[in-house]
Nanobody
C-alpha cells in the first residue's frame, strides 16, 4: 500500500523560506516521478514542480527561480524548498507520484496516481 505524507507547512512571513517534506512508504522514490501541486481556496489545483527518477526537474514559471525539489534516497523523502515566499504562495501543498514506469515530468494532476493528504502553507504580507 502506497502512502505519501507531507509535512513542514506552517505560517510564515513574505520573504521567508520553508521546506516541505514528502515521505513515502510502499514505493521507492528513485524509481518514480514525483510532483508537487498546490491548491488555494476557491482555485483549482495547480502544478508547482516535478522530479523524475533521473533527478531531472521541471517547474511552473511562477516558482521556477524560488522553489527547488530534491530527494534524499536514504530517507526515501522528497523535499520542496521554497524561498522568497509571497502571499500568493498560500495554499495547501500536495506531493504526488506517478505510476511505476511513467517517467515523464508531467504538469497535469491527472497523470499522478498517488497523493498525500496535503500540508498548509500560509504566507502573510
Amino acid at each position: 500500500q502506497v502512502q505519501l505524507v507531507e509535512s513542514g507547512g506552517g505560517l510564515v512571513q513574505a520573504g521567508d523560506s520553508l521546506r516541505l517534506s514528502c515521505a513515502a512508504s510502499g514505493l521507492i522514490f528513485t524509481t518514480y516521478t514525483v510532483g508537487w501541486f498546490r491548491q488555494a481556496p476557491g482555485k483549482e489545483r495547480e502544478f508547482v514542480g516535478a522530479l523524475n527518477w533521473n533527478s531531472r526537474t521541471y517547474y511552473a514559471d511562477s516558482v521556477k527561480v524560488r522553489f527547488a525539489i530534491s530527494r534524499d534516497n536514504a530517507k526515501n523523502t522528497v523535499y520542496l524548498q521554497m524561498n522568497s515566499l509571497k502571499p500568493e504562495d498560500t495554499a495547501v501543498y500536495y506531493c504526488a507520484a506517478r505510476n511505476f514506469g511513467e517517467r515523464d515530468l508531467s504538469s497535469h494532476s491527472t497523470a499522478y496516481k498517488y497523493w498525500g493528504q496535503g500540508t498548509q502553507v500560509t504566507v502573510s504580507s
